[in-house]
């Protein structure tokens, strides 16, 4: 079928299910098809674009994943002959990724198994796509597409995405064993596109070879947790992960799935890292100790701080006065202070209603800046040093007391005032400041 052709089948046709698929009718996606194709070899859809659209002919993804006998090399010239950049981001492997328009293609030369050593297998080009659907990790990945929109299923792949099935392709301790990391990818498709009952062989290959994710990097393993985290079925997967023995090996103690359960029904809006706050806090664990499951799966320095507070800090009161409300956002910031009210509700079981409530309060409240900087301070004789630091908190818990209400103006003369009272001792307080006031 030509670039120009219309698509007359209608999404339920059988012989072309995804001819409705928005992506497949792109200009951008034909003229690379079109490219691909001026060299006499068929190219199919893969991956998780096939997937998603049996389940949503709506979506367009910008990511697509191309497949195609031609060599990279090959791949490379065609593209380049019709005027498409094409960077060489894994050639060696096999892949060259085509930008045209607003997408991005991953062109990847169909490939075979020859030996098989985790992430280090080594593999033959091919033409055969069956034999490279053979290399796929679960049957729902293994699927193609032609540009028409025909299906090739050898794995049986949209049967079992209908009937919620995550099943591997051929024997599921065989294909762990090529790589550990399908161990987290299972539950993480589970949670995403699964249904009970789990399928009996992957759960008890997962079991068995458990062990095998201490050969896994520290990054690889955040990246396939906080997607899990993500999933509409974050909690039901983490109990299989719990029953296999699989979430004792990613956690350094046993995370509250309960807490979990409730932080999704009270605030289904929460983002991964508050819902691994919720699976970590606990009364015994302290800062350090958050902080260090951190540093171990490699999170980010921001991610690494969120979690910290969010694992650590007092949860807040909802029935505290507004004037608290303020003061803590104005410690903490809004983002962090409304993550703290949805993790409070998970723990105490507040109504979702009264919650959304709570969170539109405090998103209400107006928390201005503390008007005073060092520079204020130094400007009035005091050296710098610990001395202007000291003298900022003694303001500043002033101003709290205040509710926040003194301005610029008022601060300076309390200020002037702890000057003349005398040198602020190590608690932030003028010698002479006995009490607030």
């Known amino acids: 079928m030509s670039s120009t052709e219309a698509v007359t089948a209608e999404p339920g046709d059988p012989e072309r299910p995804l001819a409705c698929a928005r992506f497949l009718h792109d200009p951008d996606t034909q003229r690379v098809l079109d490219a691909l194709e001026a060299g006499g070899k068929p190219v199919r859809f893969v991956g998780g674009c096939v997937r998603d659209a049996l389940r949503d002919r709506a979506l367009d993804p910008t990511d697509l994943d191309l497949a195609t006998p031609e060599p990279p090399e090959r791949v490379m ?108 990818r299972f539950f993480r498709f589970y949670a995403r596109f699964g249904r009970p009952p789990a399928d009996p062989e992957a759960l008890s290959a997962c079991a068995a070879e458990a062990a095998g994710l201490a050969r896994l990097s520290a990054e690889r393993i955040r990246e396939e947790l906080l997607r899990l985290l993500e999933a509409p079925g974050a909690v039901e997967s983490l109990e299989l992960m719990r029953e296999t023995g699989v979430l004792d090996r990613i956690f350094p103690w046993p995370p509250n799935i309960e807490r979990l359960r409730q932080l999704l029904r009270v605030a289904p809006e929460a983002d991964a890292i508050v819902r691994l706050a919720a699976l970590l806090r606990a009364a015994d664990r302290g800062a350090e100790e958050i902080d260090a499951f951190a540093r171990a799966l490699r999170l980010s320095n921001r991610e690494r701080e969120r979690l910290v507070t969010l694992a650590t800090a007092p949860l807040p009161d909802s029935e505290a006065a507004e004037r608290v409300h303020r003061e803590r956002v104005f410690r903490l910031g809004a983002t962090a202070y409304a993550d703290l009210l949805r993790l409070a509700a998970a723990e105490r079981g507040t109504d979702a209603d009264r919650l959304q409530a709570l969170l539109a309060l405090v998103a209400s409240l107006d928390v201005p800046v503390f008007p005073l900087r060092g520079a204020d301070i130094v400007a009035r004789g005091v050296p710098p040093g610990p001395a202007v630091g000291a003298l900022l908190r003694a303001v500043e818990a002033w101003w709290l007391e205040q509710d926040m209400r003194p301005d610029y103006e008022d601060c300076l003369e309390r200020l002037e005032r702890l000057i003349a009272e005398g040198k602020p001792n190590e608690r932030g307080r003028s010698d002479g400041d006995a009490r607030p006031g």
């Open 77 to 184: 010239e065609l593209l380049e002959r019709a005027g498409i950049r094409a960077i060489p981001t894994g050639i060696e492997h096999g892949t060259v990724t085509a930008l045209c328009g607003q997408r991005r293609f991953e062109i990847t030369t169909l490939r075979q198994d020859v030996d098989t050593f985790g992430r280090r297998a080594r593999v033959a080009f091919t033409a055969d796509f069956e034999a490279d659907a053979a290399r796929r990790d679960f049957t729902i990945n293994a699927m193609s597409a032609d540009r028409e929109g025909r299906l090739y299923d050898p794995f049986g792949g949209r049967a079992d995405l209908v009937a919620g099935r995550i099943r591997f392709v051929g024997r599921a301790r065989e294909r762990i064993r090529e790589d550990y990391l399908r161990i987290l």
